[in-house]
């Protein structure tokens, strides 16, 4: 009898235990009231992540749910190792976004990391985080001169003064002046550097991608791309046209189309792919089955996220990805 009774006290025991399980899983993914759980999606966006030391950078945390919904009244607070995000703190307008400035001062070249946290009652929160390469201010170094000389230099500095205080004159000096000495770089040697050649081709194949893109796929460093983009635009190569906070880059050929919609690169179209073949792979295995670092996948299911190609449920602790549901039909 004894024995029975133990044995009825561990079956409610292991019952209870399950109870309990069950409705911590069943709160984790429901909220009250049986709605699904609103996953926050944080996206940090910035016209560059080089700037000179004292400079101010704007930055824009666009916020959606995981059905790229923008989330509006959500609280985004802002840090950084180095540096100041001006406010700390803010909400999210009707459209998902909350701006700040971020300013760093630096006697070399830093990088600084800035983070991102978001939240809102009754949701799952996110967070994000930016890198900033900080570049020194330039030093002017004194031109030291013997008397005669700059007596002679100051007339000329007037002179030129006066001439360039006119467009006309403006004109005229850089194409005096400047001009001849930056066509000292042959046209037929713009393109004998291996990279910069491998930017041409990339965009001759990919008209209308943007730096970030044109920098994750062609891994190359910020200064260097931006470097040979200037190079190629200045030389007549390639032309660039503003999309929203995107630059994109276009052969000079290429007519830039007026209906601009959504492009998406080669990456992401395999992303979508592999997302709508797999039910639901995680950063890591997207990661993997395509051979790019995780950060790259991160950054372009945001940005899938953001345009409501994706969206994002929460399993555990990871994240998994499927193709966006279809909106139920009127009645």
Known sequence: MRAASVAALALLALATAVALASSHASADATLEGGDPAVQLVADIEAPTDIVRSGTPLPLRVRVVDQYGV??????????????????????TDGNGLARFTYTAKA?????????IEVSSPDTIPDAVSFRVSVLPQVQQRPVLARPETAVSAGIGAVVLAAIASTEFGRVGLFNVVVF??????????VLDHFVRGQIYGYIMSHPGEHYNSLKDALKVTNGTLAHHLRTLEMQGFIKSDRDGIFKRFYPVEVQVPRNKGIRLSDLQHNILSLIRGDGGPT???????????????????????REGLVRM?????????????PFPAEN
Not at 107 to 115: C, D, G, H, Q
């Open 70 to 91: 923008p989330m509006a009244g959500a609280r985004v607070a802002a840090l950084s190792d180095g540096g100041t995000v001006n406010p700390p703190e803010t909400t």
């Open 107 to 115: 006697l070399e070249v830093r990088e600084f990391t800035i983070w």
């Open 313 to 325: 449920e929460k399993d555990g602790r990871a994240k998994r990805y499927f193709s966006p549901e």
């Open 180 to 189: 001849p000495l930056y066509s000292r770089l042959k046209r037929e040697e």
């Open 283 to 305: 950063q890591q295995d997207i990661a993997v089955r395509l051979s790019v670092s995780q950060q790259t996948v991160s950054y372009n299911l945001r940005f899938l996220s």
